[in-house]
């Protein structure tokens, strides 16, 4: 670690930083006063606490993981886990937002490995150029906050989400039609970034991407969602009714958006594991608390503290057990994604992705669920930092898929390679 990053929340994840991601890294951690002053009311609201949009593109973090040329910081997934762990510790509402802020930025800087990559012939590339820039330049140089609209209630048999919004052609254009339910800042949101399907298509080569302004005619908010956890998030949706989109303001060519994707190092769209790292900052604070709290609360009779109770001990023994876990699987995931060259092929590190997201939500639950038996009735209000980590954490279990989920996906994908291995002998 740098002498420099020694004080930085982020540094408690990302290991070896350099002196850039330490410089990124303290714009990061200037902002977190104002997110954890903040952090209780806006649970009790249920409602994204709009200030912090100002203060985070203040400190240039909308561009954060946006390259130089196109106004942004120039970090790397190393620097946005950082900065979601960080901003996770102090409020995981926020920090959720925000990654989902940021996953806006894999539809142009996969487009532009793509390009680079060969991927699109000479007619299709200046299409795909277009809007990745155009996407880029919304965060960087122009400081927007995107929503990103991709994931949806609706499921099918071989899919945790499938795409059902439609885009219909129009004159100069065109309309989409469909319901989102989930990405966080609706309304909130400079503007929208949403995934739709061609209409007639019904394979992943259909799938499109448009840009919806906020305010647009046909754009409105679903109910506001009254969540246990990460209430602060506005996650509510959107739904479409005849929203026009001008074709300059879409990414429309037949299977652009899977061809951008597969240049993910990871999962499909790449920089998942920063949303769970919300998670680990999230445990990271309520452990904190807790030993601070469990420290200076003294027996009476002995003056001591009742961290030194066996009791107490042993539930201390499993937090720390429990977070150093959620530690260990987070970190080797972020090194796989990250390093060069690639220690694993692409295959086996999103196996590895598919353990990983469930085994570190369940380790950092687990922080909070201990942390809620040590610290006793005196910490059951909502607005406290063990109750709220308790219930922001739960959370984890169920976002993007299950721990249960993601154990069935790899014993397939084991069982599948050992069956050709097996016939091919």
């Known amino acids: ?22 410089e990124r890294a303290r714009a990061v951690e200037s902002v977190l006063p104002a997110l954890r002053a903040a952090a209780d009311e806006a649970d009790a609201r249920g409602e994204f606490h709009l200030p912090h949009v100002r203060t985070l593109a203040d400190a240039g973090l909308l561009g954060l993981i946006v390259p130089r040329d196109y106004g942004g910081l120039g970090g790397t997934l190393r620097d946005l886990a950082g900065a979601t762990f960080a901003m996770g510790s102090a409020c995981a509402s926020t920090a959720l937002a925000y990654f989902f802020h940021c996953s806006s930025a894999s539809r142009g800087l996969l487009a532009l490995e793509a390009l680079e990559a060969g991927v699109f012939s000479a007619e299709e590339a200046p299409i795909v150029r277009g809007f990745a820039e155009k996407l880029l330049h919304k965060m960087g140089t122009e400081r927007r906050w995107l929503a990103n609209f991709a994931s949806e209630s609706t499921k099918t048999t071989g899919s945790a989400v499938t795409i059902t919004t439609e885009a219909a052609p129009a004159p100069g254009g065109w309309l989409l039609n469909g319901t989102k339910s989930f990405g966080c800042a609706t309304g909130v949101a400079d503007e929208y970034l949403v995934t739709a399907k061609i209409a007639g298509t019904t394979t992943a080569a259909g799938l499109a991407l448009f840009f919806v302004a906020r305010d647009a005619e046909g754009v409105s908010e679903r109910a506001h969602w009254d969540a246990m956890g990460m209430r602060a998030t506005a996650t509510h949706g959107i739904n ?18 899977v061809r951008m994707m597969q240049m993910s190092r990871g999962s499909f769209v790449g920089n998942q594991l920063a949303g769970t790292a919300v998670y680990l900052g999230a445990a990271q604070a309520v452990y904190d608390f807790a030993l601070g709290y469990l420290m200076n609360l003294k027996f009476q009779d002995t003056g001591k503290p009742i961290a030194e109770s066996p009791f107490h001990q042993e539930l201390i023994g499993q937090m720390t057990l429990d977070l150093e876990t959620a530690y260990l699987w987070l970190r080797r995931q972020l090194e796989l994604e990250t390093a060069e060259p690639p220690l694993l092929p692409k ?3 999103v196996q590895m992705w598919r353990l990983c997201k469930g085994a570190s939500c369940e380790a950092a639950y687990r922080v909070a669920v201990n942390a809620f038996k040590a610290c006793g009735t005196s910490n059951t209000g909502n607005r406290g930092v063990v109750a709220r980590g308790l219930r922001d954490l739960s959370m984890g279990l169920v976002q993007a898929f299950p721990a249960e989920r993601g154990r069935l996906e790899v014993a397939k994908m084991v069982v599948e390679a050992q069956a050709q291995t097996l016939f091919g002998t």
């Open 1 to 22: 670690m740098e002498a420099s990053a020694e004080k930085l929340t982020a540094a408690l994840f990302v290991e070896r930083m350099t002196t850039e991601e330490v």
């Open 240 to 257: 479409l009714k005849n929203v026009y989109v001008a074709a300059e303001n879409a990414l429309t060519l037949e299977g652009a958006f």
């Open 347 to 349: 295959e086996k590190v």
